[in-house]
Nanobody, 125 residues
Framework: QVQLVESGGGLVQAGGSLRLSCAASGRISSSTLMGWFRQAPGKNREFVAVIRWNGLNTLYSDSVKGRFTISVENAKNTVYLEMNSLKPEDTAVYYC??????????????????WGQGTQVTVSS
């Protein structure tokens, strides 16, 4: 099992930036996949981005592509989500998640079996 703790959420104006961090511990290997997901009030949890722990592959949802960047710093066991050009529709609780190896990067919650507690991101217009 992997333990995950998110931080870095907050209130920001539209057009602004935030960086979320996810500190990971436990059973992590180079094949572990790390994902960011978000859930707005009254909506299902949705995929944002995913990366392999070795940092070699990434995948983004169409709604954040070109604005968000997922990265991993192995030395600190931390995954980041750099969010730029934020929009009010990006407002949600953001969750970090981990799953075992998959040959393809899944743009869904399927297979992610470790989750953080979430961090609130609010973008004002």
């Amino acid at each position: 099992q992997v333990q995950l703790v998110e931080s870095g959420g907050g209130l920001v104006q539209a057009g602004g930036s935030l960086r979320l961090s996810c500190a990971a511990s436990g059973r992590i290997s180079s094949s572990t996949l790390m994902g960011w997901f978000r859930q707005a009030p009254g909506k299902n949890r949705e995929f944002v981005a995913v990366i392999r722990w070795n940092g070699l592959n990434t995948l983004y949802s169409d709604s954040v592509k070109g604005r968000f960047t997922i990265s991993v710093e192995n030395a600190k066991n931390t995954v980041y989500l750099e969010m730029n050009s934020l929009k009010p529709e990006d407002t949600a609780v953001y969750y970090c998640a981990a799953r075992p190896y998959s040959a393809i990067l899944p743009p869904t919650t399927a297979g992610f079996n470790s989750w953080g507690q979430g961090t609130q991101v609010t973008v004002s217009s």
